[in-house]
């Protein structure tokens, strides 16, 4: 899919379908006595003769111009798509987002290409020309993305919908950059995002944690300032990472720890350090505490986090951030075999805390806390770890809302505020002292689950708390409900990886200011 913009000029490709945003009066509509009386259509931004070609038309007196609804019509040779919006004045971002993945659904297999009138809704709505852009261009991205590798041809889909032209007639020299800015700034996010959801929909048997580690290197090296260093077997053990070596024991590929960073041009005292982390298990079987099959299913998604975090690292970087970035990727599956590591088994870990492995399914956790313990040498201001850590976090939040935990309220502002402007949701849980004490064992100092499954999100990041370095800000992002099956967002894959919190991130990472 190509989308271009196209500024100051009403002349198209006449063969092109031609989309004309119609909306509705925000006067009107109101309940008189019994019934609600449909609102008037607001066509005031289109020329008098489509005004009245549409009128013409007696199917137009059903159009009600309610989100979603459409009506194509011609006018000489011209095919048109009358695309309604509803109240100009309650559309925001993420409701046009929304409208705009809708509208690609319903245009991708009949029309090769189309040019989206978009003067009307600079004009009525409250979004500003940037606004617009971005967001029909990373909709239009993140809506037509689909994980066709393993289809034949016969399978795969049919869209026929090529090329999208975003025009706007009359748009001044200020306005031009801002959305050729937009338009970039689309392209780098949403691909990114669509990096990640090709990583976790990857198969467990492709996507092992050599090979994941092998694809992100080499994907990295490509990007300009971006070091890349790749930690193996034997380093981790001069690491003294035997936490995470543990989650790797019984299987047959080796771990690998992915370490990224990036330093920009300009370095001052007040260039902030930020620290990602990411959970990169390509396959979670639970080891010998074996999940049930049907929970078994799925678990390629393991690494979600590692593919968060490194989307959101890569996409940062190409924007030129003010931050000094690194990136941690911890990769292993966790399989069963003679070697894997038994339930009751005492290790200790890098920082020096001994735990008390009481569920090998709470792995997640084990190969946080070294990597945790990693990243917090480097002496960043902030960490932040991203990872499909516990199935509590649905149970908790639901499968909508990505958990946050951390020592550090600024920080959770500062996340939400990121989450806010994209509109994804973010939600803060507590750590209390009760859930601290929940992960301390009788026989070492920690276990890795906790008293029992009650808030079990929390209690795991309790447990990850204890491997974070007191003067440094952590935030513990628990996406297991959010990475997968957001079939309530248009703009996500139904079913299969979501690639939600890449764009909060990116957008934290490229805003951050040292506190
Ligand atoms: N990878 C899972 C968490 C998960 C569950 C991710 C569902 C995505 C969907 C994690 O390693 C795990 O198994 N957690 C256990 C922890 C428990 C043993 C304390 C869980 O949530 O059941
Ligand atoms: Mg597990
Ligand atoms: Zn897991």
Same mark, same amino acid.
């Given at each position: %899919?190509?989308?271009?913009?196209?500024?100051?000029?009403?002349?198209?490709?006449?063969?092109?379908?031609?989309?004309?945003?119609?909306?509705?009066?925000?006067?009107?509509?109101?309940?008189?006595?019994?019934?609600?009386?449909?609102?008037?259509?607001?066509?005031?931004?289109?020329?008098?003769?489509?005004?009245?070609?549409?009128?013409?038309?007696?199917?137009?007196?059903?159009?009600?111009?309610?989100?979603?609804?459409?009506?194509?019509?011609?006018?000489?040779?011209?095919?048109?798509?009358?695309?309604?919006?509803?109240?100009?004045?309650?559309?925001?971002?993420?409701?046009?987002?929304?409208?705009?993945?809708?509208?690609?659904? #319903?245009?991708?297999?009949?029309?090769?290409? #189309?040019?989206?009138?978009?003067?009307?809704?600079?004009?009525?709505?409250?979004?500003?020309?940037?606004?617009?852009?971005?967001?029909?261009?990373?909709?239009?991205?993140?809506?037509?993305?689909?994980?066709?590798?393993?289809?034949?041809?016969?399978?795969?889909?049919?869209?026929?919908?090529?090329?999208?032209?975003?025009?706007?007639?009359?748009?001044?020299?200020?306005?031009?950059?801002?959305?050729?800015?937009?338009?970039?700034?689309?392209?780098?996010?949403?691909?990114?995002?669509?990096?990640?959801?090709?990583?976790?929909?990857?198969?467990?048997?492709?996507?092992?944690?050599?090979?994941?580690?092998?694809?992100?290197?080499?994907?990295?090296?490509?990007?300009?300032?971006?070091?890349?260093?790749?930690?193996?077997?034997?380093?981790?053990?001069?690491?003294?990472?035997?936490?995470?070596?543990?989650?790797? #024991?019984?299987?047959?590929?080796?771990?690998?720890?992915?370490?990224?960073?990036?330093?920009?041009?300009?370095?001052?005292?007040?260039?902030?350090?930020?620290?990602?982390?990411?959970?990169?298990?390509?396959?979670?079987?639970?080891?010998?505490?074996?999940?049930?099959?049907?929970?078994?299913?799925?678990?390629?998604?393991?690494?979600?986090?590692?593919? *968060?975090?490194?989307?959101?690292?890569?996409?940062?970087?190409?924007?030129?951030?003010?931050?000094?970035?690194?990136?941690?990727?911890?990769?292993?599956?966790?399989?069963?075999?003679?070697?894997? *590591?038994?339930?009751?088994?005492?290790?200790?870990?890098?920082?020096?805390?001994?735990?008390?492995?009481?569920?090998?399914? #709470?792995?997640?956790?084990?190969?946080?806390?070294?990597?945790?313990?990693?990243?917090?040498?480097?002496?960043?201001?902030?960490?932040?770890?991203?990872?499909?850590?516990?199935?509590?976090?649905?149970?908790?939040?639901?499968?909508?809302?990505?958990?946050?935990?951390?020592?550090?309220?600024?920080?959770?502002?500062?996340?939400?505020?990121?989450?806010?402007?994209?509109?994804?949701?973010?939600?803060?849980?507590?750590?209390?002292?009760?859930?601290?004490?929940?992960?301390?064992?009788?026989?070492?100092?920690?276990?890795?689950?906790?008293?029992?499954?009650?808030?079990?999100?929390?209690?795991?990041?309790?447990?990850?708390?204890?491997?974070?370095?007191?003067?440094?800000?952590?935030?513990?992002?628990?996406?297991?409900?959010?990475? *997968?099956?957001?079939?309530?967002?248009?703009?996500?894959?139904?079913?299969?990886?979501?690639?939600? %919190?890449?764009?909060?991130?990116?957008?934290?990472?490229?805003?951050?200011?040292?506190?």
């Amino acid at each position: %899919m190509k989308t271009t913009l196209i500024l100051n000029t009403s002349k198209h490709p006449n063969s092109y379908m031609f989309v004309l945003p119609i909306f509705t009066k925000s006067t009107s509509g109101k309940k008189t006595g019994q019934k609600k009386v449909p609102a008037a259509l607001d066509l005031s931004h289109w020329s008098k003769d489509l005004k009245n070609e549409f009128k013409a038309i007696n199917a137009s007196k059903h159009f009600k111009g309610n989100n979603g609804d459409t009506l194509t019509f011609t006018k000489g040779k011209n095919t048109y798509l009358g695309f309604g919006l509803g109240d100009a004045k309650q559309i925001d971002g993420e409701t046009f987002r929304r409208e705009i993945s809708k509208l690609y659904k #319903a245009i991708k297999n009949k029309y090769d290409d #189309a040019v989206l009138l978009l003067d009307g809704v600079l004009d009525k709505t409250n979004l500003n020309i940037d606004e617009i852009v971005y967001t029909t261009s990373e909709s239009i991205s993140l809506t037509c993305y689909g994980f066709e590798k393993y289809k034949s041809v016969e399978a795969k889909s049919k869209d026929v919908l090529q090329h999208i032209i975003l025009s706007f007639s009359k748009v001044d020299k200020s306005q031009q950059s801002l959305a050729k800015n937009a338009l970039k700034r689309a392209d780098i996010i949403s691909s990114s995002v669509n990096l990640a959801r090709d990583f976790v929909f990857e198969a467990p048997n492709i996507l092992d944690s050599e090979n994941f580690a092998k694809e992100v290197a080499s994907d990295a090296k490509k990007i300009k300032g971006v070091k890349v260093k790749v930690l193996k077997k034997e380093h981790l053990k001069k690491e003294k990472m035997k936490l995470f070596l543990s989650v790797n #024991a019984g299987s047959s590929k080796d771990p690998n720890l992915v370490h990224l960073s990036y330093v920009p041009s300009k370095v001052t005292r007040n260039t902030p350090h930020i620290a990602l982390v990411g959970k990169g298990l390509t396959f979670d079987s639970g080891g010998y505490s074996l999940k049930p099959p049907a929970s078994q299913v799925g678990m390629k998604g393991d690494m979600a986090g590692a593919a *968060t975090v490194y989307g959101a690292f890569k996409a940062a970087v190409l924007l030129n951030p003010n931050a000094k970035i690194s990136c941690f990727l911890g990769m292993t599956d966790n399989a069963i075999s003679k070697t894997a *590591t038994f339930p009751d088994s005492v290790i200790k870990a890098r920082n020096g805390k001994t735990v008390e492995i009481l569920n090998t399914d #709470a792995e997640g956790r084990l190969v946080l806390a070294d990597v945790l313990s990693y990243a917090c040498d480097q002496k960043p201001d902030v960490v932040i770890d991203c990872a499909t850590l516990t199935g509590a976090i649905s149970v908790a939040l639901g499968n909508q809302i990505c958990g946050l935990l951390s020592n550090n309220d600024k920080l959770c502002e500062n996340l939400k505020v990121s989450a806010n402007n994209i509109r994804e949701y973010i939600w803060r849980l507590p750590i209390i002292d009760e859930f601290r004490d929940s992960v301390k064992s009788e026989i070492a100092d920690l276990k890795n689950v906790g008293k029992n499954r009650y808030g079990g999100s929390c209690t795991a990041a309790a447990f990850l708390e204890n491997f974070v370095s007191k003067d440094v800000a952590w935030a513990h992002l628990d996406i297991a409900g959010i990475a *997968t099956d957001q079939t309530h967002l248009p703009y996500c894959p139904s079913k299969g990886a979501s690639g939600l %919190m890449v764009r909060t991130l990116v957008h934290f990472l490229t805003s951050y200011e040292k506190q």
